[in-house]
């Protein structure tokens, strides 16, 4: 599959200098060989950037908006191509994979809008017979790295504002899940955008990420990964000043309080904390239930999850496939371990499946839980529901907020003044009371402190891809 695709650069797929094998997560065997950059070839994608950036942005805004709708259109056109491969990749169910592929595609409509909307403004100037213009300009060559979770949403996020601002953009998909970045790029031929305006290079650390960060021209970059390389990614930015963006790791609270509506609560939360095997940044890791619902709320967990059936992605009648791989594997049941050592009820799972390949584990439920524990204290990243009481709302509010992170919270309850409070107090980039919908294309989507910083959506996820320029005009 991937011999079609390679390296896309200035306008063309090429092969890559390097080669590597892509991993399924259902099988544990190789899916296939993957062409990869040399530091050469990161140069040379950055080159044509460099080429491409005044005809981007001499497009305007209205030219851009044209060629991401049609961009779009190709990419509905190939939506059942690009959500096989998501699932293909990722093990993730179809019916979720097609969801992200949608949710991609709704990205560059969104940005197609907005890149008609970058608008300035005049003030008036003190001077007699002046006046400020404020303008809106592109920040130049994007870097954008994305991880293998998400990988046709990521990259769409990045993409699409980038495109509408006129950023030329060299993009770094997860080398465990490039070729779904593939698909999307081929699909974005069909935008005729200028060549090197979008260009694609998988490959090891050294000869992708060095060659991007350490280039002065690069004037923005975007990651979503972990807090450990957002960390590096800061200080390595720093040395060419370059704009940073990042959407980082979580560890979400949800607070079930005594008024909430117990099964509409289970409805929601059981498919949402197993979706993709629980490696979803957003999803709810710590969980927080009112003494008066604790027994039932487990109850009630356990018997829809016991029937969640894990298996390929690609068939139907999947409800939970497998982790990314053995290294995901391996962390999952260190940190189901570690909290059993501590004291922690296994309700439900905590061991791998009864499977004979792939990286699989089973929907975990786990009681007991003091906020010390490792799958309370760390981002577990995995199929494990992790469940404490609470007796008073000031107590639950207060320990939902201990923590580094502060991407997304919940809560449910039946109270509109419940609600307002809960939001008000928790901190976190995202809260979401009695619904876990959180990313459109519509709204920003970012967290705060070690979650990371900038937003991805909406209007405002345009913003950092826009330098903003001011004249004082006299005559």
Not at 207 to 229: E, H, N
């Amino acid at each position: 599959m991937y011999q079609d695709f390679g390296l896309f650069i200035d306008g063309g797929w090429t092969p890559g200098a390097n080669s590597a094998e892509v991993i399924s997560p259902v099988t544990g065997k190789p899916l296939a060989a993957l062409s990869t950059a040399s530091a050469e070839d990161t140069r040379a994608a950055l080159d044509a950037a460099a080429r491409a950036l005044p005809k981007l942005r001499a497009m305007g805004g209205f030219g851009r908006a044209d060629a991401l709708h049609k961009a779009a259109e190709e990419m509905l056109r190939r939506a059942d191509e690009g959500a096989r491969m998501i699932s293909l990749e990722t093990g993730k169910p179809i019916a979720q994979a097609q969801r992200e592929w949608a949710l991609a595609c709704d990205q560059f409509r969104w940005y197609a809008e907005e890149a008609r909307r970058i608008y300035g403004r005049i003030v008036d100037s003190r001077v007699p017979g002046g006046r400020f213009e404020v303008t809106r300009e592109p920040v130049g060559i994007v870097g954008a790295f994305t991880a293998w979770n998400f990988p046709a949403a990521l990259p769409a996020r990045k993409l699409a504002p980038a495109l509408a601002a006129g950023c030329p953009v060299v993009l770094r998909p997860s080398s465990q899940t490039p070729g779904v970045a593939m698909v999307m790029v081929d699909c974005l031929r069909a935008a005729a955008l200028p060549d090197g305006a979008i260009n694609l290079v998988v490959g090891s650390t050294g000869a992708t990420y060095g060659p991007i960060m350490g280039d002065t021209r690069v004037r923005k970059v975007s990651l979503t990964g972990s807090t450990r390389v957002g960390q590096q990614m800061i200080r390595d930015a720093a040395d060419t000043v370059k704009k940073v963006s990042m959407e980082l790791g979580g560890n979400a609270p949800l607070i079930v309080y005594d008024d909430a509506d117990l099964h509409a609560t289970l409805d929601a939360v059981v498919p949402t904390k197993y979706a993709n095997c629980g490696q979803v940044c957003v999803t709810p890791d710590r969980f927080f239930i009112h003494d008066s619902l604790h027994d039932a709320f487990v109850e009630g967990f356990v018997e829809r999850a016991s029937g969640i059936r894990l298996g390929d992605g690609l068939d139907p009648e999947t409800g939970m496939g497998p982790l990314i791989n053995g290294g995901r594997l391996d962390e999952i049941e260190a940190i189901v371990q570690d909290a059993v050592n501590s004291g922690a009820n296994v309700a439900l799972g905590g061991k791998r499946a009864n499977r004979n390949e792939g990286f699989f584990f089973e929907p975990t439920v786990l009681t007991n839980i003091r906020d010390d524990m490792r799958v309370f204290a760390e981002e577990n990243f995995g199929p494990i529901a992790a469940i404490t009481r609470f007796s008073e709302e000031d107590e639950a509010l207060s320990r939902a907020n201990a923590s580094e992170m502060g991407l997304s919270a919940y809560a449910f309850t039946r109270s509109p003044d419940r609600a307002r409070r809960t939001v008000a107090a928790l901190k976190a980039g995202m809260v979401g009371i009695n619904s876990f919908a959180l990313a459109a294309s519509e709204v920003p989507f970012g967290g705060t402190n070690h979650s990371g910083m900038g937003r991805e959506g909406g209007s405002e996820g345009i913003e950092d891809y826009l330098d903003t320029k001011l004249a004082q005009i006299l005559f």
